[in-house]
Nanobody
Framework: QVQLVESGGGLVQAGGSLRLSCVAS????????MGWFRQAPGKEREFVAT????????YYTDSGKSRFTISRDNAKHTVYLPMNSLKPEDTAVYYC?????????????????WGPGTQVTVSS
């Protein structure tokens, strides 16, 4: 089992920045693919970014590629998502997730563990 807890969400004006963090506990953190997803009100959950456990290679959704940067610190069991140039359409609950596999994936169904989420609200 892996337990995940996100933090760092909040209210920010358009153009501002936030850094989300996700702390993992339980099974060996360094064996998991870690990802960030988000869900806006009335919309389906969507993929944001993912990072490999050993190679640290990354994959992003097109909308976040130039503004978001996923990273991880295996020693601290933490994955980060700094977000810059935020837009009102980035408003959502952001979820951290872990997958028990070795290949990067944007599919939510491939992830085995999820955090409770952290709210990000971007005002115009």
């Amino acid at each position: 089992q892996v337990q995940l807890v996100e933090s760092g969400g909040g209210l920010v004006q358009a153009g501002g920045s936030l850094r989300l963090s996700c702390v993992a506990s339980g099974r060996t953190f360094s064996r998991n693919i870690m990802g960030w997803f988000r869900q806006a009100p009335g919309k389906e959950r969507e993929f944001v970014a993912t990072i490999h456990c050993r190679t640290f290679s990354t994959y992003y959704t097109d909308s976040g590629k130039s503004r978001f940067t996923i990273s991880r610190d295996n020693a601290k069991h933490t994955v980060y998502l700094p977000m810059n140039s935020l837009k009102p359409e980035d408003t959502a609950v952001y979820y951290c997730a872990a997958a028990d596999q070795s290949a990067l994936t944007p599919r939510g169904t491939d992830y085995n563990y999820w955090g409770p989420g952290t709210q990000v609200t971007v005002s115009s």
